[in-house]
């Protein structure tokens, strides 16, 4: 399995990121799917992939938000098929690598709850927000917890982003040695 810069030349991994991106998203993307490949594919932002055997099986992307150093991590997706195998990981560990050579130093993301896949979701988050943050739990295999496990943190919440008592959960990683206080 190769991890790599996503290989903008190649028609046929657009052709399988879009059908993943559609596939997994089906509810954002299921009628744009290629309309965010290109915009993924944007010069300014950076896009990786993992390859198996010829084909596309997952891929990542980062968009530059302030300036060099505050990076959006957007999309992350790995094929159903191969998950559970390190490939998320090492998308993001790729990506991150990338973001730091081109100033990054910090990366961030919202990681939606529109399926009630954690206690987040279904509750009133202008009450007692940051007790419900400390008290989080995963009661739906929500991705929060794959990326607590690389070290991204949650660093707040939009409430209601989705429709009432579906919030954005956004969290924060820290991409180099701190030097300040
Ligand atoms: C989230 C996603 C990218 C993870 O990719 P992956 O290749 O399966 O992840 P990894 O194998 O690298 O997992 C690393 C760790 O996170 C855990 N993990 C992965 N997904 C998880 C989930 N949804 N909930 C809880 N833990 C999860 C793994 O079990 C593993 O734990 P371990 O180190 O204790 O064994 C993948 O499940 C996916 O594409 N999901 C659908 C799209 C999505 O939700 N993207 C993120 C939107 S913000």
Not at 60 to 87: C, D, M, S
């Amino acid at each position: 399995m190769l991890i790599q810069l996503f290989d903008k030349s190649n028609e046929q991994y657009i052709i399988e990121a879009a059908n993943l991106l559609a596939s997994c998203f089906p509810h954002a993307y299921s009628d744009c799917a290629f309309e965010e490949i290109d915009r993924i594919l944007d010069d300014e932002r950076i896009a990786v992939m993992a390859v198996e055997n010829g084909h596309l099986i997952g891929f990542a992307g980062a968009i530059p938000q302030y300036g060099v150093t505050g990076w959006e991590l957007h999309p992350l997706v790995v094929n159903e098929a191969y998950r559970n195998k390190g490939i998320g990981t090492k998308l993001v560990f790729k990506l991150e690598e990338e973001v730091v050579a081109r100033g990054g130093i910090v990366m961030y993301l919202g990681t939606d709850d529109e399926f009630g896949q954690t206690t987040l979701s279904g509750t009133d988050l202008f009450d007692n927000l940051f007790e419900k943050i400390q008290n989080i739990k995963n009661i739906g295999n929500h991705p929060y917890e794959f990326y607590q496990k690389i070290g991204y943190r949650i660093v707040g919440v939009i409430p209601d982003a989705n429709g009432l008592g579906k919030p954005d959960i956004w969290m924060a990683k820290r991409l180099v040695r701190r030097n300040i206080e």
